[in-house]
């Protein structure tokens, strides 16, 4: 159960990254665009807490402190400075 809510956690940033990087390109009507958006969000966040549920809180909030931005901002000054 934790690989698959690992997985999901993984796949909900996914259609993030279709929204901003794919979806604007493509040869549709904005209704359309919307739609596709509204869709992706949706499933997005469908997805990311069944992974919640799955992982359980303690994983959730392990995860979550690495993607803060403070903290990837610290790592990225860290890193400049090697």
Request: glycine share 4%; hydrophobic share 55%; net charge positive.
């Amino acid at each position: 159960m934790q690989k698959l809510g690992l997985f999901l956690f993984v796949l909900s940033f996914l259609p993030w990254l279709v929204i901003f990087f794919v979806v604007p390109f493509l040869p549709l009507s904005i209704a359309e665009k919307t739609t596709i958006d509204v869709v992706l969000a949706v499933g997005a966040e469908v997805c990311f807490w069944i992974s919640v549920v799955l992982l359980g809180k303690e994983v959730v909030t392990k995860y979550r402190r690495y993607l803060h931005p403070r903290y990837l901002w610290k790592k990225i000054r860290n890193f400049h400075r090697r």
